[in-house]
């Protein structure tokens, strides 16, 4: 079995909603309705986006995590699902979709290698498509399919990426430490604070990803 993540730039209403903003949406579609996870500061506003297309019948919120269900299926109002293009190559989609920095995120299965390719080029007929991660599956855990600490990890924005990567590599995690988050921030073009802010969502999303494998 051969697997590969990918992402999209195909016009949506959850990808809409989460464009140039810090915010991540997970949707998992369950036929008659959806079950959505909201998460980052601007989750209000982005759920508001969504519930343009489709209304939301029980919420749950705490802090800036969101859990919205869904009275109908998105994808049931929107063209050109990815759903249509997997099915012409027998590939499979595993949920969550997440979308994040306007971008679809798109894990996928097949046990043929070459459906995969032969789907990429003809989703790049229509579509950007970057390819984020691809890998062979030799074995299955019972207990824990398709699982790795790799897909089980949250994806990031992009900023809370660059303020990650600029941390370690300027020694921010090393010990003892070998700059400041003022030196960060600096490096990065930003004030302090939001550097730390970056960084204590980026920590608090990886963390929360470990934690859920363990």
Not at 36 to 57: K, N, Y
Not at 99 to 109: A, P, V
Not at 135 to 148: D, G, K, Y
Not at 190 to 213: C, D, P, Q, W, Y
């Amino acid at each position: 079995m051969h697997e590969v993540t990918m992402r999209i730039e195909q016009p949506s209403v959850p990808a809409e909603a989460t464009a140039g903003t810090e915010t991540t949406v997970e949707l998992w579609c369950n036929d008659h309705c959806d079950l959505l996870h909201v998460s980052g500061p601007d989750g209000e506003a982005t759920l508001d986006h969504i519930e343009r297309l489709v209304e939301v019948q029980e919420l749950l919120v705490e802090g800036d995590e969101r859990l919205a269900m869904t009275e109908t299926c998105l994808k049931d109002r929107e063209r050109d699902t990815v759903e249509s293009f997997l099915a012409r190559h027998n590939c499979l989609l595993v949920p969550p979709l997440r979308y994040l920095d306007g971008e679809k995120w798109c894990r996928i299965l097949s046990l043929d290698s070459s459906n995969l390719t032969a789907l990429y080029r003809d989703l790049v007929t229509e579509f950007s498509v970057t390819i984020e991660a691809k890998r062979e599956i030799t074995a299955v855990s019972a207990e824990r399919p398709l699982l790795t600490p790799e897909t089980s990890l949250p994806s990031l924005s992009t900023r809370q990426q660059e303020a990650l990567i600029l941390a370690v590599e300027m020694g921010y995690y090393r010990i003892p430490r070998e700059t400041t988050t003022a030196e960060i921030a600096d490096e990065m073009g930003v004030e302090r604070r939001t550097l730390e802010e970056h960084l204590r969502r980026a920590e608090n999303k990886l963390i929360g990803g470990m934690a859920s494998f363990y």
